[in-house]
């Protein structure tokens, strides 16, 4: 069972005024209507959607009692499970949908228990006042990014830290934030946490039957921060035929590079987490030996971005490993600039990985923060 809360960025306009209790009714109409035309639901998933509080519940309930004859059999197949719509209901409205931020709860086989995701999930854009005439193309699927968030962290931190609901908003970004748990995205077997596993195939997989996601290496892409820049270096090049673009900010890497390791953790944690500590700087667990093995085997195709802080203490790892990239052959772009291990730098740079990635044109639907008089 994956469970999903849904809060949809949605307006509905009339040429007459509508009072709150009617706006609240047609949001819940418009959401079962996206919900299905866009296959939300596939295969064995079955979606449980927490959509809407008793106060919503009881405003619907009020608007039937004043509108018999109105909008009543919508609701009711809405609750047997068949959304349906009738436009001609309420003639005059013009109707456009924005973007979703996806709460997601799902039973991961990869980790024997439940994982909590983020998803950014475009939708329509409502056009500006003077273009509502101008036909709105609807995009099939969406170009992905995986975003992994650093240590102590969890899948909120990038809304929470960033601009980057707007930003990928504006280009047509779908965007994934797992919950990583401490656990650096690689595989624990004795655990059974099957984490790089659960990134580089399950996750993918998963959100794929969820969401309209393009599943081409081309569009899919990897990033993250500190503990996840890690992961997005790891879990790209160990699934170089997923991710075709991979990016890390102030990637840290006790493998490659014990300096990188914090005060808590010593040679225990770091077993539990990478195994053997003699072996893993000759296993997938070494991002230096991933770049060698991938390149010995012509599998160098993939794009990378890094970035780090000039006051960030991991500055050395991110330069040594975007030179070991290029000298195997990698395209890479690398940047510095001013900034330790902090939200505003990534903040910064989340930005230039957004605009790295082969992405739309800026598209500004209306909202909130454009309400398209400038």
């Known amino acids: 069972m994956t469970h999903l809360k ?38 064995r998933f079955l979606a449980c959607f ?18 018999p004859n ?25 109707e456009r949908k924005k973007m979703a931020f996806i709460q997601v709860n799902m039973m991961s086989e990869s980790l024997l228990r439940t994982i909590n995701i983020n998803a950014i999930i475009p939708a329509d854009k409502i056009p500006m006042p003077d273009q509502k ?17 650093g240590i102590f962290g969890s899948q909120v931190d990038w809304i929470n830290g960033t601009n980057l609901q707007r930003w990928a908003e504006e280009k047509n970004l779908a965007v994934i934030m797992p919950a990583g748990e401490n656990r650096f995205y690689v595989d624990q ?25 393009s599943d081409k290496k081309e569009d899919t892409f990897i990033c993250g ?65 991933l770049i060698k093995e991938n390149a010995k085997k012509k599998q160098n195709d993939q794009k990378f971005y890094l970035a780090c802080g000039e ?17 195997n052959g990698y395209d890479v772009v690398y940047e510095s600039g001013s900034g330790a291990h902090e939200w505003d730098f990534w903040n910064r740079y989340i930005k230039h990985v957004i605009d790295w990635l082969p992405l739309d044109e800026p598209e500004g639907g209306l909202n909130s923060g454009n309400t398209g008089d400038r």
């Open 6 to 43: 849904i809060a949809f960025s949605t307006k509905s306009f009339t040429e007459e005024s509508l009072n709150l209790q009617w706006l609240i009714y047609l949001t819940r109409v418009q959401i079962c209507q996206y919900i299905m035309t866009q296959k939300f639901l596939s295969g």
């Open 50 to 67: 927490r959509l809407f509080d008793d106060q919503v519940k009881q405003a619907h309930r009020r608007r039937c009692d004043r509108y």
């Open 70 to 94: 109105r909008g009543k059999k919508t609701f009711r197949n809405a609750e047997k499970g068949r959304y349906e719509h009738h436009p001609q209901q309420h003639p005059g409205r013009i």
């Open 133 to 149: 005439d101008q036909k709105v193309e609807k995009v099939k699927t969406f170009k992905t990014l995986y975003l992994l968030h």
């Open 189 to 213: 077997p004795k655990t059974h946490d099957y984490y790089g596993r659960f990134i580089g195939e399950e996750l993918i997989r998963v959100t794929r039957d969820l969401f309209p996601l």
């Open 225 to 289: 921060l500190s503990m996840g820049g890690y992961g997005a270096l790891r879990n790209g090049l160990k699934y170089c035929d997923t991710f075709g673009y991979v990016a890390a900010l102030s990637a840290a890497s006790m493998i490659d590079d014990p300096s990188n390791a914090i005060s808590f953790m010593g040679d225990g944690y770091l077993e539990a987490i990478f195994g053997d500590l003699k072996k893993a700087k000759k296993s997938d667990v070494s991002i230096d030996w």
């Open 311 to 327: 006051s960030d203490r991991l500055l050395s790892f991110s330069e040594k490993t975007s030179a070991l990239l290029k000298k």
